[in-house]
């Protein structure tokens, strides 16, 4: 135990208690707070940080990583643009996890999780972890990653047998075989988390996930590709106490056969990819997260299966739950609190009137993110009045209809600003036009807390963003798309807006002498990189040529590693030196 | 969002197209501009301009030639559905007291059209700038299957894109499709 001796610029404080203290800090931001306080502090901090997220993996390198913080436990580290899952950034655009694993391999002993989102994988960055901490490695996730194949995944089946958690969620994997699933059905007893959902391996055995279910007593989340439910039957069976199941699919003709399956006892978060279900009624009050994404329901659907669900949290689906859905759910699912409605692709829609009814019912909802064809003043107004706790909210407006009932929105989008003070992310897709520079400079008086917002269409001029950018003093990370926007502008708001870290920018007034107005932004410690205009020439599903016309894009962060050096040709640095 | 681009077809780009298909298209679409569009005879033409005459009467027009019918224009007034050359004789606009005949001579097509200021001022904008732009997405519009349009596609038209949908959701509605239409095979 170590006593300091008071000095002047000293808290006095020995370090013994400090180290009692600070576990039971681990909040990013107070624990970015402690290390400011002094050096001691800092390197208190350092060595007693337990987890860390990289938000943009440019921004700092891993060694940098490996000697702040060499005893973190839980790594996260994001790669790609957001974009990306809209197929918006080049494929080979970067976000490589390479010297991440590397670091981890070579110096971060203590590392027991780690997930990557939106980067590029190698098979030998996957055996590379593999061997060096499989012994050690409890959790991975492979998030919306692609540049691998199965055969990396076969390592970690086979050698890291303390995974209690594999999530290859959304990824792009290259398919081999199924040996991959069979190492871990071989190897693991303990894994309590298998995901592969939205993934295009369907090369799995029914077997293996059968034999896993057996072998692991703790599994209680099973997220699949497509597998036919039949051939599931004795993976229910054996998944005792499994509480999520999403994935498979209800192929077969005799649809009398699916009376044999029994779901487990304790299913509570449910996604299938069905037109099926009667089979979930018994246990649909149980239900309290439900993934309707890939299901083949109609509105009637939706309705019937809704209105079974009083415990409801958590609800993904499409359009087609349509306004009818929604207030079916404000009647009934009153502990709702997230709800994300994507985009169909059918006739039925949601629109300002199903939004009103919605806010009135569901008092408790903190995330919103719907698609909708028709929003008005009001409605927004409604969200404002009666979603106090709504922390994350999105809408996108489609452009179905010719017009909209009402516009601008100007003021429904002050009065939800206004009423929802807990708003810490935004996004809104628009129309030139629905939301006048007015509207976008309200956005930036009215949002003191939110650090991330998407915008899309927004705003009429230049002026819009010079009064956007005179507020937003959380705003952290900026996305934005359609813009009518000048390089002046947009270099003017990145050097206002005072947190600003991270601006992402596609289609704006591109001027005519060659990116000097961007440079205006140039600071140190800030890299500033384009991708230019591109066509992208693609085939659709019947084989015919598609042309797509991406227009530029501006990339601008803050960074302690300097500009990148694995650029692919889309890529253009911007460099003021030269 | 305007629709101009698509405007520009009409300005007899495509060749190829009978007065009649260009007429039927236009006639199709649900917009405010409002005319009588007709494909002439360039002699005719050509004969009216040295004549110097704009007082012919409509009934010697009809007797030259046949003109494709307008149902709006029948519903408009009761002249007959006959480019324009008189004003005397202009059909009565359901636009409202701001609209005027505009007259457009290009190779060998003749259009008359009563329009706003607002919408002629935007027609002569789209002239001067010219339109190897539009021919560009008139193209690749050709190229790709014109029901995806709606749906997938990321096509700029003035630099506008639509909404591009999730990756995965996209993949699983594409298949969806895919297996609703292989289903069916004598659909």
Request: with cysteine; proline share 5%; charged share 25%.
């Amino acid at each position: 135990m170590e006593e300091r001796r008071t000095a002047p610029f000293n808290t006095g404080m020995p370090d013994a208690v400090l180290k009692c203290v600070l576990p039971y800090l681990d909040g990013p931001r107070d624990r970015a707070s402690i290390s400011l306080v002094c050096r001691r502090w800092y390197e208190l901090d350092s060595a007693s940080r337990k987890h860390i997220t990289i938000a943009f993996c440019y921004t700092t390198t891993a060694d940098r990583l490996g000697r702040r913080f060499p005893a973190v436990e839980s790594l996260k580290v994001k790669g790609k643009p957001r974009a990306a899952m809209y197929d918006l950034i080049p494929d080979d655009w970067g976000g490589y996890v390479r010297p991440w694993v590397q670091e981890v391999a070579a110096n971060l002993d203590r590392l027991r999780w780690l997930h990557f989102r939106r980067m590029i994988v190698r098979d030998s960055d996957l055996e590379v972890l593999a061997r060096s901490r499989g012994g050690v490695l409890r959790a991975l996730k492979l998030d919306k990653c692609s540049g691998f194949s199965t055969d990396g995944l076969f390592h970690i089946g086979s050698m890291c047998r303390e995974l209690r958690t594999l999530c290859l969620e959304e990824s792009s994997i290259v398919e081999l075989d199924g040996q991959w699933l069979h190492e871990i059905a071989m190897n693991n007893s303990i894994l309590e988390t298998l995901n592969f959902y939205r993934t295009d391996l369907v090369q799995v055995s029914f077997e293996d996930l059968e034999r896993i279910a057996r072998n692991c007593c703790n599994l209680t989340s099973v997220k699949i590709s497509n597998c036919e439910i039949l051939d599931l039957v004795g993976f229910f069976r054996a998944a005792a106490v499994l509480e999520e199941f999403c994935g498979g699919s209800f192929n077969n003709e005799q649809s009398d056969r699916y009376n044999a399956v029994t779901f487990p006892p304790k299913l509570c978060r449910l996604g299938l990819g069905s037109h099926r279900m009667p089979s979930v009624f018994p246990f649909a009050s149980l239900l309290n997260k439900l993934d309707l994404l890939y299901a083949l329901l109609d509105t009637e659907d939706h309705c019937l299966l809704i209105q079974r669900c009083p415990n409801l949290e958590i609800l993904e689906t499409r359009t087609v739950i349509g306004d009818r859905g929604l207030e079916v759910l404000a009647q009934s699912c009153k502990k709702l609190k997230r709800l994300r409605i994507e985009r169909g692709s059918g006739n039925v829609s949601v629109s300002h009137r199903g939004l009103t009814v919605l806010a009135q019912g569901c008092l408790a909802l903190e995330y919103l993110a719907v698609y909708v064809s028709d929003i008005t003043n009001a409605s927004l107004e409604s969200i404002g009045t009666y979603s106090k706790n709504l922390c994350d909210f999105r809408l996108a407006l489609l452009d179905r209809e010719e017009t909209i009932t009402d516009f601008p929105l100007d003021n429904g989008v002050r009065a939800l600003l206004r009423g929802c003070e807990k708003l810490r992310r935004l996004a809104l897709y628009l129309r030139p036009g629905v939301l006048t520079d007015v509207g976008l400079g309200y956005i930036g008086r009215y949002s003191p807390n939110v650090r991330w917002m998407f915008l899309g269409y927004v705003g009429s001029s230049d002026t819009g963003l010079f009064e956007f950018s005179k507020g937003c003093p959380s705003l952290q990370k900026l996305e934005m798309m359609g813009c009518c926007f000048s390089e002046r502008a947009l270099a003017h708001a990145a050097l206002q807006l005072p947190s600003l870290r991270y601006l992402w920018v596609q289609g704006y007034q591109t001027s005519s002498q060659s990116s000097d107005d961007l440079l205006a932004m140039a600071r140190p410690c800030r890299n500033i990189e384009l991708i230019p205009a591109r066509r992208v020439i693609t085939t659709d599903q019947v084989e015919e040529a598609v042309v797509l016309e991406h227009p530029a894009q501006i990339l601008a962060y803050c960074s302690l590693a300097g500009p990148r050096t694995d650029f692919p040709e889309t890529v253009i640095s911007l460099d003021p030196v030269l | 969002m305007s629709r101009a681009t698509v405007e520009l077809d009409f300005f007899g780009m495509e060749k190829a197209n009978s007065g009649k298909s260009q007429f039927q298209r236009f006639v199709d679409r649900r917009r405010s501009f409002r005319g009588a569009i007709s494909k002439m005879n360039p002699e005719l033409i050509k004969s009216v301009i040295s004549s110097g005459s704009t007082n012919l009467s409509p009934v010697d027009w009809r007797k030259s030639f046949s003109v494709p019918s307008s149902p709006k224009e029948d519903r408009s007034s009761p002249v007959p559905s006959l480019p324009i050359l008189n004003p005397a004789l202009r059909v009565s606009s359901e636009d409202g007291p701001e609209t005027a005949p505009m007259t457009i001579f290009y190779n060998g097509t003749v259009s008359v059209l009563n329009v706003t200021r607002d919408k002629a001022e935007s027609i002569f904008k789209l002239a001067v700038e010219g339109s190897s732009r539009n021919f560009e997405s008139t193209d690749s519009s050709k190229a790709a299957n014109p029901s995806r349009h709606q749906q997938n596609l990321l096509e700029t038209r003035n630099g506008d894109l639509p909404i591009a949908r999730n990756k995965s959701l996209q993949r699983f509605l594409e298949k969806r499709k895919e297996r609703l239409t292989c289903s069916s095979p004598y659909a």
